[in-house]
């Protein structure tokens, strides 16, 4: 009998459509490769500029060529791959394509979840049962994100963080490498809860928390990109290239400085090593 004869049973292979990595840093590396190895094949990326960091994957011009390859792959799918600000307002900037939801094969998802379009879970990732993951939310490698948590559209979950069942974190926030959060906890939206802290109250919309227990820090409002989210150093670079005019560089208003003009940023350490009682009641 030949060897196309014998009666081995018929593998099922999930193919999924091309991708394109829209960004072409240190994050698209991330997502990139979880992609193909959860089976999708990656087109490239599109940057505004030609990636200074060698990936494996085509640099395929910024968004204006987003057009054409929309023309060559119609079935091609997009994926937010840069972390932070900027993010919303490419979301916004790019139409006309469906976002992929990239899920790294080592990730552990629970069937009772769901998860929104555009969003990259990492590898060793867990989301548990009756878990709401909005559109475009990054959990990074390694989050927890306990049963009926709620993430809202643009967060970020950094590598290592854990959330605690029935916490809610709002549009565009942070939570930092490693940070953990109590059970039934609200973080607001655009909110950073800094690498390392322990979160036992909620948390205001636009507030920075640090340390163990967390408390409120303050507010250096250009924490906040453009579309509220937390700036990062690579978002910030990305950010600088899509968004030239945005109002930190051109005289910026109250509550859109840089991070730079702020001038008690040192004010972070202070505060929470001598929290007051206006701190707790604040968190
Ligand atoms: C909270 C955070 C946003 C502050 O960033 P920043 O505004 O750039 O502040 P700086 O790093 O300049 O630090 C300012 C001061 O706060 C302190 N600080 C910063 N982060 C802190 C934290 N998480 N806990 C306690 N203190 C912190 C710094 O030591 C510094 O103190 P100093 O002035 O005495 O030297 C940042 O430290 C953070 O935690 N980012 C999250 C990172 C992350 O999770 N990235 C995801 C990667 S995938």
Not at 203 to 221: E, F, N, Q
Not at 273 to 283: A, D, F, I, S, V
Request: hydrophobic share 45%; charged share 20%; glycine share 12%.
């Amino acid at each position: 009998m030949p060897p196309s004869a014998t009666s081995a049973p018929a593998r099922t292979v999930s193919v999924r459509p091309s991708l394109i990595l829209v960004g072409a840093g240190e994050h698209a590396h991330v997502v990139g490769e979880s992609a193909e190895m959860s089976g999708w094949t990656v087109l490239g990326c599109v940057d505004p500029q030609r990636p200074a960091r060698r990936l494996p994957w085509p640099w395929l011009g910024d968004d204006a060529a987003l057009g054409s390859l929309r023309r060559k792959h119609p079935q091609t799918q997009l994926i937010l791959a840069f972390a932070g600000a900027g993010r919303a307002q490419a979301a916004q900037r790019i139409l006309d394509w469906e976002w992929a939801t990239v899920i790294d094969p080592a990730a552990v998802v629970s069937p009772g979840a769901r998860i929104a379009a555009g969003v990259f879970v990492g590898p060793l990732a867990l989301v548990h049962v009756g878990a709401r993951i909005g559109a475009h939310a990054i959990i990074n490698s390694g989050a927890i994100v306990e049963h009926d948590v709620r993430i809202g559209a643009f967060a970020h979950v950094a590598p290592g963080a854990v959330l605690g069942g029935g916490v809610t974190v709002g549009k565009s926030a942070l939570i930092g490498l490693g940070a953990s959060v109590r059970d039934h906890i609200r973080i607001g939206a655009s909110a950073i809860v800094g690498l390392g802290a322990a979160v036992v109250g909620n948390v205001k919309a636009g507030t920075t928390v640090l340390g163990v227990p967390a408390r409120p820090v303050k507010v250096a409002p250009a924490s906040a990109g453009t579309d509220g989210g937390p700036r990062h150093t690579e978002c910030a670079e990305y950010e600088r290239k899509h968004c030239p005019s945005r109002p930190a560089e051109a005289g910026a208003t109250e509550g859109e400085r840089k991070v730079s003009d702020v001038s008690d940023v040192s004010d972070i350490v202070a505060r929470v090593q001598t929290p007051n009682r206006k701190n707790r009641k604040e968190r």
